[in-house]
């Protein structure tokens, strides 16, 4: 099914985990992609031969990589001018790129609670400005899609700012979505709970960790990249015309109080 035929979209972090198969999903639904990264060029261009390899000779689309700093004014302008130059124009913009360091709260160094956020949320929303400015100046529709986090709503200890920017990112995704809505610009972010990708190698890689992780959730494993690519893609296509600023919780039921599956409360 090409339900992304024609478009081009602009997929920030894409190198590796969930941007990686974003991107690869997109290529398979006959999108152009455009594969941003910031310092990893041979993660980049192994993403490269995934999407090139997922279109199977089954359209005309193209990629290219494009390399930016989403933190950063001036690389989120050039790396938007670099794509409209090759692809004429951008339909659709993933803000993927995220990092996260844990640390117990009293010992968060200002220096990584800045660059947490200056990457998770200033990255998206620098991105998402260039992306309605774009929209706007071309009078055409567009689509904003942020990857988030159950950590928006969920909160996670020892890791602060990464919990707060993907607070902040909920409401940016709001605000976007409801100061545009009547220009044919839809906002809406995507909320994986544990996935299986190298920023979680910290339990994915240990049998007795992920066991762990995988205890508090409902449907009793963690989701693979692809299954939240698939809610990406979704949500780029016309298949979800109608919804805007909302974010889709995609996370085996880690939104539903899981420790409540047990009626240890009410007695009953």
């Known amino acids: 099914m090409q339900r992304l035929h024609g478009r081009t979209a602009l997929i ?4 590796t985990g969930i941007g990686q198969a974003i991107a690869v999903r997109y290529a398979s639904e006959g999108a ?21 390899a997922a279109r199977k000779g ?28 090759e692809f004429g124009t951008i339909d659709v913009i993933v803000n993927n790129a995220g990092i996260q360091k844990p640390a117990p709260s009293n010992d968060v160094a200002l220096s990584d609670f800045d660059r947490i956020l200056a ?19 071309r009078a055409k529709p567009g689509v904003i899609l942020n990857n988030s986090s159950v950590h928006e709503i969920v909160p996670k200890p020892k ?12 409401n940016l995704t709001k605000t976007l979505a409801l100061e545009y809505a009547d220009r044919g610009i839809r906002v809406n972010a995507v909320g994986p709970g544990a996935v299986i990708t190298p920023i979680n190698g910290a339990w994915t ?12 959730i409902p449907m009793g494993r963690a989701a693979e990249a692809s299954e939240i690519a698939a809610v990406f893609a979704f949500l780029a296509s ?31």
């Open 32 to 52: 152009n992609v455009a594969i941003n990264y910031r310092d990893q060029p041979e993660q980049a261009d192994a993403t490269r031969q995934l999407v090139q």
């Open 159 to 170: 890791y602060l700012p990464y919990s707060v920017s993907k607070g902040g990112m909920e």
């Open 119 to 137: 990457v998770n949320l200033r990255g998206a929303f620098l991105c998402a400005r260039e992306g309605i400015r774009h929209f706007l100046d």
């Open 238 to 268: 016309d298949d979800a015309s109608y919804i805007t600023g909302q974010t889709i919780f995609a996370c085996g039921g880690l939104t539903l109080y899981p420790e409540f599956r047990v009626a240890w409360s009410s007695g009953e």
């Open 58 to 85: 089954c359209c005309k689309a193209r990629e290219i990589t494009v390399q930016g700093d989403v933190s950063s004014e001036e690389d989120v302008s050039r790396m938007f001018r670099e794509v409209v130059d």
């Open 12 to 15: 920030t972090g894409a190198a």
């Open 205 to 216: 890689g240990n049998p007795k960790a992920k066991m762990e992780v995988e205890s508090h």
